[in-house]
């Protein structure tokens, strides 16, 4: 066990025990190597459960709308609770991102911000492993050594196995806290970024939609992407709709195309780039090489980075006069 | 009945045979995603596959099919799918998934003209599994990595060839038409491999020790247990972490929920009828507005309680394969036999009615 | 779509155009018997803020060629500030639609005075024009798997 | 259970046969309750449709969707079906039916479910108490027995019906007839009267504990919204009815009608293939998933 594990039980046990917080929402080890799990701790005792490792790779500030929404079920009002949640770079975002978007309760929330180096991706180190079945990793000093069911083993540098949202991210730390377990990382370097984004942009148009239209060919409409997504907490989705039925009955690729569209696009200048939707997609839909865009654009644009403070209004909730008009089509 | 052998370096010949007869379906990888696939050519074939990513009732139930056409007067001919099919090398979990689905849609009071004629026209060759994954739990659940149900033929890798024995009157005709690619090996060793695979499973596990607390998925008793919990507070914790999207159910070999739909054409509208999943709050919501499975753990619910509770009591046996696919494509990480792990344990599980 | 009906091939466009500004521009052009393309199909809308990226999707989703959503000029809303807060989202998503893939040319904006009858009609000329040369939409055309 | 290998193939279940809207009639003051008299295209298949009292159909409103509604015409009407639908602000199909006129083609696929037990009840007092709406197959059983070929096969017939105002009584002309009949003992109640309003004022429950039927040799139907069946139930508990005599019918969301698309179930039991029709004992074994 590290230290912030150590000191992440002990925070929970802590404020559950001091009646702080009703309830812990952290990682527990997973099922399955090379994972971790989602765990909900309301008895200091069960603060045990809690790990802190390279497999943390869930974004948990996707549970927080649910217990500020009353179930429709609930007709008696009961007051919030008081929820604990252990956040990387990427949740702390989201968090940041929900309290403004008035989804969540500050003051009922206690951020707990743990250091993030980058989380471990299981399906990039299979896929480097080969067919046989990865069933350990060992990590020292940068390097993991990864066993399969054949006893052979690999070592690889750490920023191979990294997932490919944490290559990019520059926000390893939560921007707003209440706790801070660990040292958090204060560099603002991408761990291993590549040029695959700018490879796509190099791309003519109609290798573009080609490329996003052989990608979202691959989705079966499980909706995992947009379960996982903590910007995806509308009561009733867009594409669940039926008057309006926006997007066909997904019967067709158009269908799909279109259901994709819309909700990325709805996470236009709100997306912290955390590659939930993807790492949820069992089909191996790369939907980052297009969320992306909107991530690029909402700075390039509007100057705004999703999720750093609780301060600056979203660009789409937001206008100036003075913005760009470059994008207008002029008759002459 | 002597059992049938085909060596590895045959098999090319065997595709082309039988792909002039047949449409010929079999695993192949494409765009990192393994699935059951139109074979053009034996290099297209991954025999070496440890189980595709989506099941194999997309062949029988496609994500989305049309069931009926209309003009605004009359109805177009309905077109029953009319393809000769052989899938080739499909593994045992999803055959014995078609076995489960048949209890479902091909019935004495009900049957689904589309699914059936899917299924008559379709041989299905089916290959032992080697080498399961650690997710994989078919042996809990009554099949096993050899197992023959709902399957035509079934091979097993033996090195440089497959073994191949019949095991219905479709597969006795379908070995003996391609007779003259197949030598008789006399009695092939299924038991041994049966075995290893069986043994090499029970050693998975170990593993992964932490889900099942060191000893081996036990849902003897499920049933029963899963009678006395409807109203338990279990379904709240084990739903604490779900997403609720339809990951699991949608690569589910035996999850067969549909939706239909209209949808308006050109010339008039079609009848679609497309996957759905018990997961999603709009499944049972009601155009009032009242939705009687409005939470989400009594969604989780829904699904455990169909797979383990009521398709029990309908048709004899429980509908899950152990195929792992749920376990491994769940974002989160909810292991489907710690679930069933829990509710074996539930204090209330056992108590008399 | 063939290389051989190509030149038979009219796009249908789908304009939605606000109330004040610029539907009584193209109204404007109408009274004025100004000529422009006929492929366009106006959609009238209280405000170009009333446009949401869903209506523009759905559009070449069900099978509009091209696209194109136009207000008032900024500065001139009715409602003071809905275009502005318009201009936003139809920059970001125009770009976004570029970025997968879609032609620049399949969805377009831009801003119609009521006094502005020729400058609609040029528009319309300038949208059809850029859609013909495209060809038909990305979307409606997808080939299904 | 040993598997079925089918032989030949059956006709597809999904495709409804073709209707044409003959006849609509506003039956509430709301105006979101319509009674839709359909007429058979071909007679052939008109010939074919027989159903009992009790079933439901699914409706199609082609491009829109379908959506199951009961049968409230009498398996005696051998010329047209008729349905009595709720428009719902958020129902797709029941919107589209509601903006349908005369003429319009119209799908039925059906009829589909089980129907109240005909053995059960012949011979015997019936009772039948219903609420609001959901009065549509209650008011199909009622036209069954009252038909004079099958009047006699019944004992005493006794009618509780009520709704929340009389601007939202169904069938209102029919509910005139019957109050004038001999052979059909009719309590009608609503929740509040109006100044108009003559009849009886107060909740089903209550007029029910007044009339008192006797559980003796009778079997009741019931059908309401659940907060009538609600207060409904230990009445009829108290006047002695056993559950197994209690019958109700039930709704659920529904796609396929025929128990194979797994939407409608509650517990083991598809509302579509094993209800909509279940006695209260059947009810009471169920897990409370309504």
Redesign the interface.
């Known amino acids: 066990m590290t230290a912030v594990e150590e000191e992440i039980r002990k925070t929970t046990a802590d404020l559950l025990a001091e009646g702080k917080a009703d309830i812990v929402i952290g990682f527990a ?5 090379m ?6 701790i309301t008895e200091p005792e069960a603060a045990q459960q809690l790990v802190w490792n390279s497999y943390c790779l ?1 974004n948990l500030a ?2 927080l709308p649910g217990y500020f929404v009353p ?3 609930l007709k008696e009002e009961k007051p919030a609770p008081k929820v604990a949640i252990v956040v990387k770079g990427c949740d702390g975002r989201s968090v940041v991102g929900l309290i403004k978007e008035r989804q969540i309760l500050r003051e009922n929330l206690i951020i707990i911000a743990a250091p993030c180096e980058g989380m471990l991706d299981v399906d990039i180190t299979q ?1 480097l492993v080969g ?1 046989n ?1 990865i ?2 990793a060992q990590e020292k000093n940068g390097e993991v050594t990864i066993t399969d ?1 054949m006893g052979k083993k690999t070592k690889f540098s750490r920023k191979e196995l990294l997932a490919e949202s944490c290559r990019f991210c520059k926000h390893r730390a939560a921007p707003v806290y209440d706790i801070a377990v660990g040292e958090l990382p204060q560099s603002k370097d991408a761990l291993a970024p590549d040029n695959r984004f700018e490879e796509f ?1 190099k791309k003519s ?10 990608e979202i ?2 989705c ?5 992407c ?3 997504c903590p910007n995806c907490y509308c009561k ?1 989705c ?1 594409a ?1 709709q ?3 039925n ?10 799909v ?2 259901y994709h ?2 909700r ?3 996470q ?2 709100r997306c912290v780039d955390c590659g ?1 939707c993807v ?2 997609c ?3 839909v790369d939907l980052r090489t ?1 969320t992306y ?2 991530v690029e ?2 700075g390039e ?2 100057d705004y980075t999703a999720g750093l403070d609780l301060e600056h209004v979203p ?2 909730m ?4 003075s ?3 470059s ?6 | 009945m002597a059992d049938s052998k085909i060596a590895k370096n045959k098999i090319p010949e065997l595709i082309k045979a039988v792909s002039a007869d047949y449409t010929l379906y079999g695993p192949k990888a494409e765009a990192g995603i393994v699935a059951l696939g139109r074979i053009h050519s034996a290099e297209e074939l991954m025999l070496d596959y440890r189980n595709s990513t989506i099941s194999a009732k997309e062949l029988f139930l496609p994500r989305a099919e049309v069931v009926y056409e209309f003009d605004g007067q009359k109805f177009v001919d309905d077109k029953l799918p009319d393809e000769k099919r052989v899938i080739f090398g499909i593994r045992p979990c999803d055959c014995r998934a078609l076995a489960l689905l048949d209890r479902n849609f091909d019935t004495d009071e009900v049957k689904d003209p589309f699914y059936v004629t899917r299924r008559q026209n379709t041989i299905v060759v089916a290959l032992g599994c080697n080498q399961p994954l650690s997710s994989c739990f078919c042996t809990a659940v009554g099949g096993g990595p050899f197992g023959q149900e709902g399957a035509d033929v079934l091979m097993g890798d033996v090195g440089d060839s497959l073994l191949a024995k019949a095991i219905t009157s479709k597969g006795k005709d379908f070995l003996a038409r391609y007779g003259k690619f197949f030598s008789t090996a006399g009695s092939g060793s299924w038991d041994k491999q049966a075995k290893e695979a069986r043994d090499k499973m029970s050693a998975a596990p170990t593993l992964i020790k932490p889900a099942f607390g060191g000893s081996e998925l036990n849902i003897e008793n499920l049933k029963s247990h899963l009678d006395n919990l409807f109203e338990d507070e279990i379904w709240e914790t084990i739903s604490c972490k779900c997403l609720g999207c339809g990951a699991c159910s949608y690569l589910c070999p035996v999850c067969y929920c549909f939706d239909l739909v209209d949808e308006k054409t050109a010339s008039g509208i079609k009848k679609i009828r497309t996957w759905d999943c018990c997961m999603f709050s709009m499944f049972t919501h009601h155009a009032s507005g009242h939705n009687p499975r409005s939470a989400n753990f009594a969604r989780l619910r829904q699904k455990i309680m169909h797979k383990f509770n009521y398709y029990t009591e309908r048709y004899g046996v429980n509908g899950c394969v152990g195929c792992g696919r749920c376990i491994r494509s769940c974002p989160v990480n909810l292991d489907i036999r710690q679930v069933l792990e829990k509710i074996a344990a539930a204090p209330s599980a056992t108590k008399e009615k | 779509m063939t290389k051989e009906n190509e030149k038979d091939w009219n796009p249908r466009i789908v304009a939605f155009l606000c109330n004040w500004c610029s539907y009584a521009g193209a109204d404007l052009a109408g009274v004025s018997r100004m000529q422009y393309a006929s492929n366009i199909r106006i959609i009238r809308v209280p405000c170009s803020g009333r446009i949401s990226p869903l209506h523009i999707i759905s559009a070449l989703h069900r099978g509009a060629d091209g696209v194109l959503v136009s207000g008032c000029h900024p500065g001139d809303c009715h409602y003071i500030s809905g275009n502005l807060v318009a201009r936003r989202k139809f920059n970001m998503l125009k770009n976004f639609l570029e970025h997968v893939g879609i032609c620049p040319e399949r969805v377009q904006f831009s801003w119609v005075s009521a006094a502005e009858g020729a400058r609609f009609a040029a528009l319309v000329e300038k949208v059809v024009e850029g859609v013909r040369r495209i060809g038909p939409s990305e979307i409606g055309t997808v080939a299904v798997k | 259970m040993p598997q079925k290998k089918s032989d030949t193939i059956v006709k597809n279940p999904y495709r409804p046969i073709l209707t044409t809207i003959e006849k609509i009639t506003v039956e509430n003051e709301a105006k979101d309750l319509k009674t839709f008299r359909l007429v058979f295209c071909s007679d052939e298949e008109a010939n074919d449709f027989h159903f009992q009292y009790g079933q439901f159909a699914e409706l199609t409103v082609f491009g829109i969707g379908e959506c199951p509604i009961g049968i409230a015409s009498s398996p005696m009407d051998r010329e047209f079906l008729e349905f009595t639908v709720k428009r719902y602000p958020d129902g797709l199909v029941t919107n589209a039916l509601h903006n349908c006129s005369v003429g319009t083609r119209i799908g039925v696929r059906g009829p589909l479910g089980n129907c109240f037990p005909m053995e059960q009840m012949t011979g015997r007092n019936v009772v039948i108490v219903g609420g609001g709406f959901a009065f549509t197959t209650l008011r199909s059983t009622i036209r069954y027995i009252l038909h004079e070929a099958n009047r006699a096969k019944f004992g005493n017939l006794t009618l509780v019906y009520g709704a929340r105002s009389p601007g939202e009584l169904l069938y209102k002309d029919e509910l005139k007839e019957w109050e004038a009949r001999e052979d059909i003992e009719t309590h009608i109640t609503v929740d509040k009267g109006d100044e108009s309003w003559t009849g009886k004022e107060g909740f089903v429950p209550t007029v029910l504990e007044h009339v008192a039927p006797s559980p003796k040799d009778a079997i009741v139907l019931v059908c309401g919204p659940p907060i009538m069946l609600k207060f409904t139930l230990p009445v009829l508990t108290k006047l002695g009815f056993e559950p197994g005599e209690i019958i109700t019918s039930l709704e659920m969301r529904m796609k396929c009608g025929i128990g194979l698309c797994g939407r409608c179930n509650i517990g083991s039991k598809y509302v579509c293939r094993d209800g909509p029709v279940f006695t209260y004992e059947q009810l009471q074994a169920l897990p409370a998933e309504m």
Request: with cysteine; charged share 25%; glycine share 8%.
């Open positions: 080890a997973g099922s399955l190597p994972r971790a799990t989602p765990c909900f869930n996707v549970y179930a429709p079920s896929e067919t079945e069933v350990c069911e942009l148009s109609a290798e573009r939609w080609e490329q996003f239209s052989r060919s691959k079966v409409l499980c909706n995992a947009r379960s996982a009733v867009f669940d039926t008057r309006p926006w997007t066909g009955s997904g019967g067709e690729l158009r269908d195309i279109s569209l819309g990325m696009f709805h236009a200048g939930a790492r949820a069992s089909m191996g297009f865009k909107l654009d909402a644009l509007f660009p789409l937001d206008f100036n006069a913005d760009s008009d994008f207008i089509t002029e008759p002459e």
